[in-house]
């Protein structure tokens, strides 16, 4: 039975988000602090590595000092400090493993190292009852899978996108319609509050081989297409047809994501299934996963400040699951996935 760390201060800074949590035995947050960079990208459209690492340096100890006055601790009172080690932005994601590991020393505790994937994960445990075994649908920017969660330690991936994420494809159809950055929440809120028409736009809903593998590359070819046909000879854009757009896009997406996780939930025989990553805050996605409880499923879904990158769920998952390199002293950032 590896050691129980009750308290613990954690870190991410694997992308755009700098965030310091403290949560209690995996599920309480003390304290959740983030620094969001999206006005130092938003003049770029997309997040610039160099500047994102820069905002980490810039933002970090405070950020540190702030979370712990809010969890009404100070350094020596924490077990353990923990931090995402990967995958992520490398330089993003050397500044927050720098600082918990000197913290670490400063304060002689152990340095648990996160998984990013598994943080996602771990975020449905954090003031929740959820426990293994159940299907977990992570849905972020950089990743698209359907993970069979055995134990808090013993996960396998069973299904996953064969070319974008489902975020990423959010993102690039934002984008492309003009919306700005970030992309995924925009879209959404224009899906849901725009009044446009979901059936508007014929969209296809990818077949792949493996009836839980996903590919939104093609959706998101068909929506490029589409609106190049619809506004290319137009000087302005009826904000109906944006709409309608938006609706389209947001409806198939959240179709496809559902229907796999259902046929991989009936086909395992699993009764629990969590949603985790930046696209859980979808409103049709969270709406589509809920109705599934009368279907008989238990359903549990991160609040919505959990969804995105956060501490917390580093927090969590260094708790019930630290990848196993705390005893490796400073060798910890030649094992930093970038
Ligand atoms: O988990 P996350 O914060 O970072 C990664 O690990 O990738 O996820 C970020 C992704 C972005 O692609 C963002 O556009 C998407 O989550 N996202 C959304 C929504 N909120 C964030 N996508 C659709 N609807 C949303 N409401
Ligand atoms: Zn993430």
Known sequence: MPPIFPTILAIESSCDDTAVAVVQNGRTVLASVIASQTAVHQPYG??????????????INPLVETCLTQANLTLPQVDAIAATVGPGLIGSLLVGASV????????????????????????????????????????????????????????????????????????????????????????????????????????????TKHPWDFSFSGLKTAVVRQWEAQTGSLETIPKQLQADFAASFQHTASNTLLKKTIACAEALGIKTISVAGGVSANSALRAGVLALQDLGYTIHIPKMGYCMDNAAMVGACAYFNPLAIDNLGLDVFSRIQG
């Open 100 to 207: 918990a590991k000197t913290l670490s020393f400063i304060a002689n505790k152990p340095f648990l190292a996160v998984h990013h994937l598994y943080a996602h994960v771990a975020s449905n445990y954090l003031e929740s009852d959820l426990e293994p075994p159940f299907l977990c649908l992570l849905v972020s920017g950089g990743h698209t899978q359907l993970i069979h969660v055995k134990s808090y330690t013993e996960m396998s991936i069973i299904g996953e996108t064969l070319d974008d994420a489902v975020g990423e494809a959010y993102d690039k159809v934002a984008r492309m319609m003009g919306l700005g950055y970030p992309g995924g929440p925009v879209l959404d809120a224009l899906a849901q509050h725009g009044g446009g028409n979901p059936q508007a736009i014929a969209l296809p809903q990818a077949k």
């Open 46 to 59: 997309g997040v610039i590595p160099e500047l994102a690492a820069r905002q980490h340096l810039a933002v």
